[in-house]
């Protein structure tokens, strides 16, 4: 009788332990093992742009893939990334000439849509602009210094909706007057590359003005 209990028992405690490794399995299984937040390696949060704010004044397609829904920029030591989400997949734009502007103001910016029709962002500010086509390439404009960096297609990422552009301080310093960390941004898609058409402008992000750069700290600061 004494060792059918002690069998019993063990039994009991062996049928526990399993339950106990099954649920902990289920717990590992239903965490993604890539849930990090945007900014737990030090990376920028999304700023969130409203979904079918098209300008009134846009005549071409009203293409979610034109149309931005969240933004965000980061300051490294040697370089700086933009990120962009559209409301819909980026790389079928380019079949109705799709392209991404991002307006940097480095310390000279001026508001460049201003006095061009129709009116559209007067309080947005840029001496430099970086370039980012549907296809993966893109290039940095250095309106101050008259220098056009062609970027290597590496530094571009292109997921589905979302895109992300590592640009090289190194390009983006000549003719600055402030430090990186002081630079804003605006970023508007086009559906033309012709310079100074603002009806071809579908959206900006933020809808006027510029948004700040968030920077990393040093190491061991706050």
């Known amino acids: 009788m004494g060792g059918r209990k002690e069998e019993s028992a063990m039994n009991r405690v062996l049928v526990k332990a399993a339950i106990a490794a099954a649920a902990l399995v289920a717990l590992l299984v239903s965490v993604p093992m890539h849930a990090k937040q945007p900014d737990d390696d030090g990376g920028s949060p999304w700023i969130s742009d409203p ?5 009134p004044g846009y005549t071409g397609p009203q293409d979610p893939g034109l149309d931005v829904i969240a933004h965000r920029a980061l300051v490294t030591k040697s370089r700086v990334i933009f990120c962009g989400k559209m409301a819909g997949p980026i790389a079928p734009t380019g079949e109705i000439g799709g392209l991404y502007i991002i307006g940097v103001d480095r310390g000279s910016g001026t508001p460049r849509f201003r006095g061009r029709t129709p009116a559209i962002g007067p309080n947005v500010l840029w001496d430099s602009v970086v370039r980012v086509n549907p ?4 290039l940095f404009n250095n309106i101050i210094a008259g220098i056009v960096t062609p970027l290597d297609p590496s530094d571009i990422s292109i997921n589905d909706n979302e895109f992300s552009v590592s640009v090289p301080l190194s390009a983006m310093l000549p003719a600055a007057t402030r430090p990186p960390e002081e630079w804003t941004y605006n970023l508007w898609p086009r ?5 100074g058409n603002n009806a071809a402008v579908p959206d900006l992000a ?16 706050k």
Do not use: C, E, Q
């Open 191 to 195: 559906n033309s590359a012709v310079i």
């Open 206 to 221: 933020p809808d006027d003005g510029n948004s700040p750069m968030r920077s990393v700290p040093p190491k061991g600061g």
């Open 51 to 55: 979904v079918g704010d098209f300008l």
């Open 135 to 138: 296809d993966g390439t893109g």
